[in-house]
């Protein structure tokens, strides 16, 4: 055999042996894996997965919340009287334009009058010679009816609606004689109620912007919960709603209602679509901020678990500030640079996050 050969059989020999050494080592990797870690130690799965960690840094966090929501006229405001009577005037017709202090009507009231008093009759049975006994009681006059007037004023600025009664008609005491039709608006939405812990400094004005409407404005008179459910719930009867309103899992039916007043200059009609913009506040420069799922408590006081050098996570009471819904401040208890579980021990995120839910030996 030559030497060419020889070496071609030689080199076809060599591959063949590498190509087996990785088909090995291959093998061994895909169905028996690592026994040893880089120190010798042998391995054990576990199927834990280390909890994530995050850094504390240093920002400014701005707590601007925008909702959305719909434009909505007021309510009508019903004016009553105070008495039970007959309507007797009315200063302003149906239709007319009324500012709230207004005269809008008059009611009479009839009232009991006091008796006159009889004086006692003679003790001579026909003193005057007349014929007719002195001393028989006199029939008195029937007493002659006393009446007061009660002015009512509007309770409200706007359009005046239908009266109840035609003039001279009966009214009762706390019925509705009139309703106010207001030409005010409100611009209304809902938030969540961990959203209403972002407005604890209780902001009272918002800015509103209306798609294809006028320039954003602002709005005045901001109110959350039950005092702006009061003050914009329209009086539909029960188990209807007013029209612009949503249903109760619509964007402006859940959670608490937030509403401002609308200024009179800016024209807008009711169930336009609108977003509010609440500026609630900002951190004063540059803060130490978290994220919030690594805090428990966003108001005041909270906990973090700090890492430590050893990897062990420990319990650090902080005081927290602004947040944002996304990052909160720290104004205590934490410095930049500080390690901390990015999700609370034991929340949900927390769980997805670290399974320790052991899998079987060698399955992965």
């Not at 995050?54 to 309510?75: C, F, H, M, R, Y």
């Not at 650090?316 to 208890?333: A, H, N, W």
Request: glycine share 12%; net charge negative; aromatic share 4%.
């Amino acid at each position: 055999m030559s030497k060419t050969a020889v070496r071609r059989v030689l080199f076809k020999s060599f591959w063949a042996v590498i190509g087996l050494a990785i088909a090995v080592s291959l093998f061994k990797l895909a169905f028996t894996g690592s026994t040893q870690d880089a120190d010798g130690a042998p391995l054990t799965p576990t199927g834990k997965i280390p909890p994530e960690e995050v850094v504390a840094e240093k920002g400014t966090i701005s707590n601007s919340l925008t909702v959305d929501g719909t434009i909505v006229i007021d309510k009508p405001v019903s004016a009553t009287s105070s008495v039970t009577g007959v309507l007797a005037h009315r200063f302003a017709e149906t239709g007319a334009r009324v500012k709230k202090g207004d005269k809008l009507f008059q009611v009479r009231a009839e009232e009991e009058s006091v008796e006159e008093p009889v004086e006692e009759p003679g003790k001579v049975d026909d003193a005057t010679g007349d014929g007719d006994r002195d001393d028989v009681p006199v029939e008195p006059s029937p007493p002659k009816p006393v009446y007061h007037w009660y002015t009512v004023v509007a309770p409200a600025t706007g359009i005046v609606g239908n009266y109840a009664a035609e003039l001279m008609g009966e009214v009762t005491e706390d019925g509705v004689v009139v309703s106010i039709r207001p030409t005010t608006f409100h611009a209304v939405g809902a938030i969540s109620p961990l959203d209403r812990y972002r407005l604890a400094s209780n902001p009272d004005r918002a800015t509103v912007t209306i798609e294809g409407g006028p320039k954003p404005f602002t709005c005045t008179d901001l109110s959350i919960g039950d005092a702006a459910t009061e003050t914009i719930t329209g009086d539909a009867p029960e188990g209807e709603m007013m029209e612009g309103e949503q249903g109760a899992e619509g964007d402006s039916g859940a959670g608490a209602r937030i509403s401002c007043l609308v200024p009179g200059k800016v024209t807008v009609f009711d169930g336009l679509t609108m977003t509010m913009a609440i500026d609630a506040g900002k951190s004063d420069g540059d803060v130490v901020t978290i994220p919030v799922t690594a805090v428990t408590g966003l108001v005041g006081d909270g906990s973090v678990w700090v890492v430590g050098a050893d990897g062990t996570p420990t319990e650090q009471p902080v005081r927290l500030g602004v947040t944002d819904g996304k990052l909160v401040e720290v104004t205590s208890g934490l410095k930049a640079g500080d390690s901390v579980l990015r999700y609370v021990p034991g929340s949900k995120e927390s769980a997805d996050d670290g399974m320790s839910e052991e899998l079987p030996a060698g399955e992965l």
